[in-house]
């Protein structure tokens, strides 16, 4: 019963991180006049950005800093959603 619980509390910890670093990366901010950078550039925050294009680097962190500030929230929501409903059931 109590292993049940806390693998109830990981995944939905896990799934909110997941979930939340998605919204986050869909709402990354755009770079002047191509749009938002591509996944690669974005999770490895510029360094594979190369000549004329190394100016996106601060939008690259930018936009992994959403992303990660995404997957913070989103795990502890998933988490506090996990220990309401772990109440709920009592």
């Not at 693998?7 to 002047?32: D, E, T």
Request: net charge positive.
């Amino acid at each position: 019963m109590m292993f049940e619980n806390r693998k109830r509390i990981w995944i939905m910890g896990a799934g909110g991180f997941i979930l939340g670093a998605f919204i986050g990366y869909l709402y990354r901010p755009p770079a002047f006049l191509i749009g938002q950078l591509p996944f690669k550039h974005v999770i490895s925050r510029g360094t594979t950005l190369k000549g004329f294009d190394q100016i996106y680097i601060q939008v690259a962190q930018t936009s992994f800093n959403y992303l990660v500030v995404g997957g913070i929230v989103g795990a502890l929501l998933g988490l506090i959603i996990a220990i309401v409903s772990k109440r709920k059931t009592r």
